[in-house]
């Protein structure tokens, strides 16, 4: 069940972590913030479309309306099989029913894990009592043409059921248009697989990053970062995906450790955060926890000197091989930084990183980059600020960066406007297909405003968060606006909205912008000759419906949103689709 308030606010717009070391900030620990829930906020980002036939948005409406919306989710993820024996997908996850047999003491759940591949077949996980089981779908990169079967055993005799399914995985790990022939965005859930798609859906990448990086526990002995991006093409929809490359860092080496004991170790994290051209021929991976000092373009990668300084490195492909075309570090990597953390709920990790690739967006041709930065300390504002005075500990930036034939360049240093320590400025970052224009999620940002354009200077309430959009020509960016929800708290609720920002989308125009809050709410703005206006918010009007926002994706046009939720009410919590529409300024179910 679902409702739509829209809001139309005549407002200008002119007015003006992903890693887990972002946790070492203040604000981070004060918001009682687990580890699972943190990875959930830090977003995959992908230019997505590129441009072609598409309108624009139809006006705004001119008076607010109440939209009528039906009392239950509109759409749900595919199943596949028979009635003896199915599965439904969900959220990185397979949850697989099947009828009785008597007099079945158990059954078991076989998987072969490469289909027609050379793996064997194994089964997964113990025996079932029941009829039904759900399977977490782990380490996709083994198991992208996985197969299952059932076996019914009474006692210590087992036969299989005569169904075999082979699952689309990309089913499980995005959210698709409503016909089910465009990916509009990736799933980013608690335990996510980083992974993306081309927009033919014929090139799959999937991030691999050492388990290392996402952990606390120590690790006696760390052996070389075996982080990877592994990809995949077919020649053709809903054929077997083939292996094509295998990607690591040019710069590998062991994770980083915080004594000589190694007591606790952190690992590059590449791989964690991936953002892929339209034709899938340009790859951008993210490694946050990478060590170098160096600064802009192709620079030392041998440098081992500042902790969790982060990298970006650029992949372009060329007739189906590919090889690595830029090293990015932000202009302003610190000098030097061994500094570790024995922070209260996550042990010793380090601290005071940048943290550089938290989120990472590529346009559609894959010739600009951004870069978010979560733990970029200048106090700066606005557009290519100095980064001198450190004092604003974790207030993030973001950073673009500009191909020209195959020769990457810094293009700008972007910082929000009203900056303020802690705020996680580039935790979502999203370009539109051209690259025009891009918006930035900060989900600890503090004011109390809301709508567009509101008062930036009250920074002393609870971490709501905030977005802000900035437009480009030529190169030449600004800020077009200051982005909040237009709600403080959440609706049908008390509780405060906040982590507003954790997921943005835009429209392959950048006409249309999607903010999603792990509140359990999604928010829909729109650009009329660049000024912004809040046209709609949606909400689950059931109890029981959890991670409603939490992913969050819009059409090359601009006129739909989807988004996935999970009733835990129902029978095995199942996963639920809600798909709303546009129509002249009006949104629906």
């Known amino acids: 069940m679902s409702n739509i308030t829209p809001l139309l606010s005549s407002v200008t717009a002119n007015a003006a972590l992903h890693s887990l070391g972002g946790l070492a900030t203040p604000r981070w620990r004060a918001a009682g913030i687990s580890t699972s829930l ?50 439904r997908y969900g959220v990185e996850r397979y949850d697989f029913v099947w009828s009785p047999s008597a007099p ?60 075999t399914l082979a699952p689309d995985a990309l089913r499980a790990h995005f959210l698709f248009d409503r016909q089910g022939s465009s990916v509009l965005a990736p799933f980013d859930p608690t335990a996510g697989t980083p992974a993306l798609v081309s927009a033919d859906l014929k090139t799959l990448v999937i991030g691999a990053p050492d388990p290392v990086s996402t952990t606390t526990l120590p ?78 373009v192709n620079g030392d990668q041998a440098n081992t000197d500042s902790l969790a300084a982060g990298a970006v490195y650029i992949f372009a492909r060329t007739g189906g091989n590919w090889s690595q075309q830029a090293y990015v570090k932000a202009s302003n990597t610190p000098t030097r930084n061994n500094t570790w953390c024995n922070l209260v709920y996550w042990a010793t990790l380090p601290c005071d990183g940048q943290y550089f690739g938290a989120n990472v967006a590529l346009s559609a041709d894959g010739n600009l980059l951004a870069v978010g930065a979560t733990g970029d300390d200048s106090k700066s504002t606005g557009v290519n600020g100095h980064a001198n005075d450190t004092s604003a500990v974790f207030a993030g930036a973001v950073h673009t960066y500009a191909r020209t034939g195959s020769t990457w360049a810094p293009q700008a240093y972007l910082k929000a406007s009203n900056t303020d320590a802690g705020d996680g400025f580039g935790t979502s970052v999203s370009l539109s297909a051209d690259g025009s224009t891009l918006a930035v999620g900060a989900i600890f940002e503090s004011s109390s405003a809301t709508g567009v354009g509101g008062n930036q200077s009250d920074n002393a309430q609870s971490p709501f968060g905030a977005v802000y959009v900035f437009s480009q020509d030529r190169g030449s960016w600004s800020q077009q606006a200051y982005v909040k929800a237009t709600v403080n708290t959440v609706v049908g609720g008390t509780e405060p909205m906040s982590y507003f920002g954790g997921r943005t989308a835009l429209s392959a125009h950048g006409e249309t912008l999607a903010v999603g809050s792990v509140r359990g709410m999604a928010f829909v703005y729109a650009r009329t000759q660049n000024t912004w206006q809040a046209q709609a918010h949606m909400f689950p009007a059931g109890p029981n419906v959890i991670r409603f926002g939490e992913a969050v994706g819009v059409s090359a046009d601009g006129n739909s949103v989807v988004t996935a939720a999970q009733d835990v009410g129902s029978e095995a919590s199942a996963f639920t689709l809600y798909f709303f529409s546009r129509t002249a300024g009006t949104w629906s179910q």
């Open 104 to 163: 079945a003491t158990h059954y078991e759940l076989w998987e072969d894990p490469d289909g027609p591949g050379p793996l064997p077949e194994a089964q997964a996980g113990a025996a079932i009592t029941g009829t039904r089981h759900t399977f977490e779908i782990k380490q996709l990169h083994q198991r992208v043409n996985a197969t299952y079967r059932l076996r019914v055993c009474d006692g210590t005799i087992c036969t299989y059921r005569a169904t």
């Open 38 to 87: 943190m990875l959930s906020l830090l977003l995959s980002a992908c230019g997505g479309g590129n441009g072609d036939n598409v309108s624009e948005p139809p006006p705004l409406a001119p008076t607010p309306t109440s939209v009528p919306v039906p009392g239950t989710p509109n759409g749900a993820f595919d199943t596949i099989g028979t009635a003896e024996f199915s599965l």
């Open 219 to 296: 690790r006696a002995t760390p052996a070389v970062d075996d982080s990877a991006v592994h990809v995949f093409v077919r020649s053709a929809v809903g054929e077997a995906w083939q292996p094509q490359a295998r990607l690591q860092a040019s710069n590998v080496r062991a994770p980083a450790c915080n004594n000589a004991a190694q007591d606790y170790c952190h690992s590059s994290s590449f791989g964690a955060q991936l953002a892929l051209s339209a034709d899938g021929n340009t790859l951008a991976v993210s490694a946050t926890g990478e060590t170098s000092n160096a600064r802009g």
